[in-house]
């Protein structure tokens, strides 16, 4: 129970030096890093992926972007860690960032199974709606500006 209280602790938290990382941080190393180059291959091969759908790119290219964001952020702050810079080698970043990234993982996993097919669905039937709905015509433009004046009696 003391281990628990300990790791649990403020101080160890934010210790300026806390010593060197364990053996688990080079997983992170390597999770952070297939991370980022995953999103970079996936932001980067948007269009090939999805051609013309509007929606899906910009929705793939959302989640490739916030996905690198927290990868890059992740391998930066797991290197400041292993350099063991004072104040910026403090757990309480790597530990932050590993939280956003499970956080952001499931979020998107939420988000693709329940809100993703509803969103997509209403923006096909919006652009299948607008499709066939009449175009309207052009105004014919006068010589004397927008509209003729009409004269006071």
């Known amino acids: 129970m003391e281990e628990f209280a300990y790791v ?3 101080f160890r938290w934010f210790q300026l ?21 995953a999103s970079a291959a996936y932001f980067v091969t948007v269009r090939q992926r999805f ?8 929705t793939a290219r959302r989640v490739g972007l916030s996905a690198g964001i927290v990868s890059a952020f992740g391998l930066i702050f797991v ?7 004072p104040y910026l ?3 309480l ?3 932050t960032i590993t939280l956003g990234a499970v ?24 652009q299948l709606r607008e499709r066939y709905l009449p175009k309207p015509k052009p105004k014919a433009k006068t010589a ?9 009696r």
Do not use: T
């Not at 004397?144 to 006071?152: K, L, N, T, V």
């Open 8 to 10: 649990l602790s403020l």
């Open 79 to 85: 290197a400041l860690r292993f350099l063991e810079i």
């Open 93 to 95: 970043w790597v530990n």
């Open 17 to 37: 030096r806390p010593g060197p990382p364990p053996e688990g941080y080079w997983a992170l190393v390597g999770l952070y890093a297939l991370g980022l180059g």
């Open 51 to 58: 051609g013309d759908h509007s929606y899906r790119m910009a």
């Open 103 to 126: 956080g952001l993982g499931l979020f998107l996993a939420y988000y693709f199974v329940r809100k993703y097919p509803v969103s997509l669905h209403a923006f096909d039937e919006r």
């Open 144 to 152: 004397g500006g927008s509209r003729p004046r009409r004269r006071a």
């Open 89 to 91: 080698s403090l757990r």
